[in-house]
């Protein structure tokens, strides 16, 4: 048996909490501001363009435009909202109000219409006023045939147009209007906006689901007041964040930073086993992704504004690329958790993946002594050094790659000191080999064994340690080594490289000692970025 309620019937928060009032529009302050001074001034334009994303309030400033307009009072731009035109307008049944679907409207013959009806003088108030929503599916015929009537209406016609997408609007008709983009409205402001709708229907809404509704709404105030109505259908009158969760998928935002934490702490395991959980529990894997992508958009953002306070900046752009490429991707996918899951893992790899700009800017630093630049500093386990520590691991740890890197730079700082001296001079063909903690490994070519093994070796031995010692910031020990691949200083006086045999100029000779690609190879610095940076040389096949 069905019960019918004789009162009135149920009004949604979307309509019955419509703005009446240039003030009650939430976040177009730039707008209703403008309008209001326009119509104080006298100088209202024949036709309007509202262009802005769904829920945002173009219809309703429409509306509230035209009750400005047609207000027994007006025009003004405080209409009083209770005359019969103001009433009229707000219901949606003024007959000099006209709003028009452009999308079922949208034929030659509809706009032919339009321009026959706008020459008969209004039922009521001083205006006829024409209002076509998502003017942009008119058809090229419909708005050739509008653009006249556009420029030059009869004195009592007004046009408000409202689209979503403004670029799909010729620019002929755009010309003819005045264009008014409508922002996005603030999550903070919604959330305020959902409390007080709350208040007075005395519903107990928890301040954090308000939040998350507002988040969730992505700045459309009439999504956020429709998942409010949701909310109240499901819970009652009582409305927590975990109540809003479950409804609309939405995950917490500590489970959105562990996330992120696995991610760029290269825990792929981790990570995934978060996915899977929020999954198994229901959520919305898309919204997940989205407040991923905001997330590590707000590290670079506190990146940008201050530098030790997030991980390092190209490789945060590197993730928001990746999960944005993900993100569209899982709009046309039924599989959504196979898409996330890939690029998690995906994100984890390409934070071990060192660009050719750090490659190179790292060997720059590494020849030339000098200290390396920011971005340098951040390559291979430079960066490593600047990632947040996991909860346990020690604040002050630094890699063995960046420990390595350090002590590399901070030996050619000393052997360059070198350069002016006559009893250590030969120092500065010592060339770094390996680090850790407690001791730095620099090498020499086979030719300087005679300075190692004298009491000179030893003596330029100690105080290169106490340079290095200086220089790093912490006590180590030097060891110098004969390293018996380095190659051999070239002797340009030597004879027996200005003289040479017919016999030894003309044989063959299997090795090729001057090839260039074998040169780079060998040489020392070459060695040790692919030591730092795990690679290998490849050569390229034609």
Known sequence: MWVYSSGVSYRVFARKYRPQTFEEVLGQDHITRTLQNAISSG?????????????????????????????????????????????????????????????????????????????????????????????????????NALLKTLEEPPEHVK????????QKVPATITSRCQRFDLRRIPAKAIAEHLLAIAGKEHIQLETEAAEDIARGSEGSLRDAESMLDQAVAFCGETIGANDVRAVFGFASRAAVAELAGCVLHRDATGGLKVIADLAEAGKDLSRLLTDLIGHLRDLLIAGVADEASAPPRNKLLLLLDNFAEAESRMRWTSDKK????????????????????????????????????????????????????????????????????????????VASSYESSIKYRWLTKAVFAEASQESVLVQLAPSFAGELRSVVGEAGRKDAEDKLRETLGRKVSLRLEIGEQLVEPPQADSDAQSVASPDQTDAPSEEKPNDPVESFKNDPLIKKALEIFAGEIQTATK
């Open 338 to 413: 196979l898409q996330l899951d890939v690029a998690v893992i995906k994100a984890t790899h390409m934070l071990d993946q060192a660009s050719l700009d750090e490659v190179i800017e790292t060997l720059a630093s590494l020849q030339s002594g000098a200290p390396p630049s920011p971005k340098a500093a951040q390559s291979a386990g430079g960066e490593l050094a600047r990632m947040p520590a996991k909860p346990g691991a020690p604040a002050d740890s630094k890699s063995p790659e960046a420990a390595s890197i350090d002590a590399a730079v901070a030996w050619n700082r």
């Open 159 to 166: 046009f408000i147009l409202a689209t979503t997408e403004a």
């Open 43 to 143: 100088r209202v334009a024949q036709a309007y363009l509202f262009v802005g994303p769904r829920g945002i309030g173009k219809t309703s400033t429409a509306r509230l435009l035209a009750k400005a307009l047609n207000c027994v009072q007006g025009p003004t731009a405080t209409p009083c909202g209770q005359c019969d035109a103001c009433k009229e307008i707000a219901e949606g049944r003024s007959l000099d109000v006209l709003e028009i679907d452009g999308a079922s409207n949208n034929g030659v013959d509809n706009i032919r219409e339009l321009r026959e009806n706008a020459a008969y003088a209004p039922a009521r108030g001083p205006f006829k006023i024409y209002l076509i929503d998502e003017v942009h599916m008119l058809s090229p015929g419909a708005f």
